[in-house]
């Protein structure tokens, strides 16, 4: 049986019997939404299509099939569904997408040029175009028209050639697919597509005000809130200030092996937690180093969108840029986010996602018990005889506090020494906690044991769905046991993302384990509770019946989006803004320049 054959017969099996291999080019603004310039489509059958932007334009649909007896089969195929959106043409039945699949097969190793059709064509020993001719065309769609004869014919022509890598790809890849899986991986690229196009609404008088002021901002920011700190010198973060000021404060703060203090993003967000007067801190130094406003991606319309760049993360998450994404930089810039006019948002996430997958995974009864209380972290301190029956929050807050860092650390693989440094207590106290965790929930320890046994005997560890993690010589043991965990929770929230948009609900976007939704603000209440429904179902889906809880937060217009961790900082940012603002006549170079003087 050849290759080809095989192809055929695979799909046959799944009821599938046209097979068309598609590709777009199209450009965009940032943050805008895709213009198609033209579509190349191969009919395994009967040849190959070519359009030009008029032939798109005038046609009611594609010349292909969207029924359930035929597969469009793309590379990053959610830039085909946004095409097909753009073109008011229905989304394909079925898609695969050999971008996921080739991630999936690789996840874990280290492709050697990548995870691009030009990566995945090497790996595989395919003839391919040049990255320089490739980045040519790119430049060229990007530019936009009026396009030459010619220009028109190279676009086309290259268009094609993505079309015949697919050809040379897919019966090279076929032997390694879970075609059923495959098609639901596909399946969330749709639903991707329809995100991406719904965005994320701001408010764009606001963002171009602090667009306008933003480079006289920095240096009275850190006048403000260094006055709490001590820790500048001009611009300047000085390490031995910061160390005194951690020292003054009792926080025992996390050291490279070098001995100095860890100052990177991750050890900032984890201490902020554990610390909350840490939390302006780690705002201010984010704002500074991370924050570039002319990269946050908004189109003319006031959306912020961006590719969510699904399946980019080893977990199978998503990652956006982190500059583009609104939900990327720091955590005050999200108050900018308010629904229009008639309209509202609402954040809408599960509960204590992590634990709970962990506890229905493992099947161990006391974890799912704990869940099941409705505090988690709480019922853990009270199963394990720190807390009595009847403790509360109020009541054992701290308590709850070590035991909830506890369950966390033991989610990431943390070491008793990290844990002792997150929660202010000794080496010693963190391995009693932990091993209070080994006691209270052994079948969960027992099944984490047998997962990383697994990955380590066969060389891969998947999910419910099929997501796998590769494991090689130089494994992290600690990476393979959050690995069912963040994985599932990855698989939950595609799951999650696809019954809702396949209901026609506003999904703005996915963030890690929640979703952002907008309605009419009459329709809200109906929305929030199909989206809870739909969350609910999908965490049923992967779990066995297991179901996770959910909790809400509505912002009605003229109300914007918040977050108490980024309140202070929105707060003396604008109030910053004022001043500069009624200095009058003082442009903003001016403003910054005098700042710097």
């Not at 046609?59 to 097909?84: F, K, L, N």
């Not at 027992?446 to 099929?466: I, Q």
């Not at 217009?557 to 009624?582: C, Y």
């Amino acid at each position: 049986m050849s290759l080809m054959t095989f192809v055929r017969a695979a799909f046959a099996a799944v009821g599938i019997r046209k097979i068309w291999l598609v590709d777009f080019e199209f450009r965009s603004q940032p943050g805008g939404l895709p213009e198609p310039i033209c579509l190349v489509a191969h009919d395994l059958d009967s040849g190959t299509v070519r359009w030009w932007e008029d032939d798109l334009r005038r046609a009611a649909g594609p010349p292909y099939g969207t029924d359930a007896e035929s597969v469009m089969v793309g590379y990053y195929a959610s830039a085909e569904a946004s095409c097909h959106l753009a073109l008011g043409w229905p989304l394909p039945t079925n898609i695969l997408d050999l971008f996921a699949e080739f991630r999936v097969r690789t996840n874990g190793l280290r492709p050697p040029d990548g995870a691009s059709l030009l990566g995945a064509l090497g790996y595989f020993g395919l003839p391919a175009i040049g990255w320089e001719q490739k980045e040519a065309m790119r430049m060229l769609a990007l530019r936009g028209g009026p396009y030459t004869a010619e220009e028109r014919s190279a676009l086309l022509a290259y268009c094609e050639t993505d079309v015949t890598a697919l050809a040379e790809l897919l019966p090279s890849m076929m032997l390694g697919i879970d075609l059923p899986r495959a098609l639901h991986r596909g399946r969330f690229m749709k639903a991707v597509a329809c995100m991406e196009r719904t965005g994320v609404p701001v408010s764009v008088d606001e963002l171009s005000r602090l667009r306008r002021w933003w480079d006289a901002i920095p240096e009275r920011l850190i006048r403000k809130i260094d006055q709490s700190y001590c820790v500048y010198e001009g611009g300047t973060f000085k390490r031995e200030r910061w160390r005194r000021w951690t020292e003054a404060h009792d926080i025992a703060w996390p050291e490279l092996p070098s001995g100095v203090q860890a100052l990177d993003a991750d050890t900032f967000r984890d201490m902020a937690q554990m610390h909350p007067e840490v939390g302006e801190m780690k705002e201010l130094r984010a704002s500074l180093s991370q924050l570039r406003l002319a990269d946050l991606a908004v189109g003319a319309d006031g959306r912020n969108r961006c590719m969510l760049s699904a399946y980019r993360a080893k977990t199978g998450r998503n990652q956006p840029s982190t500059s583009e994404f609104i939900f990327g930089p720091a955590v005050w810039l999200r108050m900018l986010m308010k629904a229009p006019p008639g309209h509202a948002l609402a954040y809408v996430d599960w509960e204590q996602q992590e634990f709970g997958i962990a506890a229905a995974l493992s099947g161990d009864p006391a974890m799912m018990s704990a869940y099941r209380t409705g505090d988690a972290y709480l019922a853990f301190a009270i199963q394990a005889g720190a807390a009595p029956e009847g403790a509360t929050r109020s009541t054992h807050g701290e308590i709850r506090e070590q035991f909830k860092a506890c369950a966390l650390a033991v989610q990431y693989g943390m070491g008793y020494e990290n844990l002792a440094v997150r929660i202010g207590q000794s080496e010693a106290h963190a391995r009693r906690l932990l091993a209070l965790h080994r006691q209270t929930y052994p079948k969960f320890w027992a099944w984490s044991d047998a997962a990383l046994d697994y990955a380590m005997l066969t060389g891969a560890l998947p999910t419910v769905y099929g997501w796998e993690i590769h494991v090689g010589g130089d494994a992290n043991p600690r990476s393979i046991r959050n690995h069912p965990v963040q994985g599932n929770g990855a698989e939950m929230l595609r799951l999650a993302s696809i019954f809702t948009t396949e209901q026609g609900i506003e999904v703005c976007a996915p963030v890690h384990d929640a979703l952002l939704v907008m309605a009419p603000i009459e329709r809200i209440d109906e929305v929030v509770s199909a989206t809870q429904k739909a969350m609910a179902d999908a965490s049923k889906l992967v779990l066995g019946g297991f179901e996770l809880r959910s909790e809400v937060k509505i912002f009605a217009h003229p109300n914007r989006f918040t977050d108490p961790r980024g309140e202070s900082m929105w707060a003396k940012v604008w109030e910053i803004i004022e001043e500069l603002e009624q200095a009058g006549s003082v442009d903003p170079v001016s403003a910054a320049s005098s700042t710097k003087g």
